[in-house]
């Protein structure tokens, strides 16, 4: 079986950063990408999608440090969905992106960050001054 998913779009703000009671940093973002064709009018027509993605650790550190609204990037991640009851008791549902992989693909120079990439996985215990930007 495979839970996998990429997806290219812009930061519609930015990151929210928290922390879990054990100091593990995440960050929370909306993502959006569109989607666009001509009806049978010949109109274009656009249709933008949200995306909440999140991510942990290194990559949120990342994320919280150089990401910002507008920012175009690629995510790469799995789909999970989540609930909880809320404080009247209504059972909630959320579905999510958790990226494991994320790319700035803005030209050098926008929004105060150059390009980058971080694969999650693959520096895992690689000190936050060895990413390469």
Not at 9 to 20: A, Q
Not at 104 to 114: H, P
Request: proline share 3%; charged share 30%; glycine share 8%.
């Amino acid at each position: 079986m495979v839970n996998k998913v990429i997806l290219i779009g812009r930061l519609g703000k930015d990151p929210d950063v928290r922390y879990t009671p054990d100091g593990t940093m995440v960050t929370n973002f909306n993502l959006a990408t569109d989607e666009q064709w001509k009806d049978k009018n010949g109109e274009k027509v656009q249709k933008t999608e949200w995306h909440r993605i999140v991510t942990w650790g290194k990559l949120a550190e990342i994320c919280g440090n150089y990401l910002v609204k507008g920012k175009l990037v690629f995510i790469e991640g799995r789909i999970q969905t989540r609930s909880w009851e809320d404080k009247e008791g209504v059972k909630r549902f959320t579905t999510e992106i958790i990226a494991s992989n994320m790319q700035m693909l803005d030209s050098k120079g926008q929004n105060k960050t150059e390009d980058a990439s971080f694969d999650a996985a693959a520096t895992n215990n690689a000190p936050l001054d060895d990413v390469p930007f």
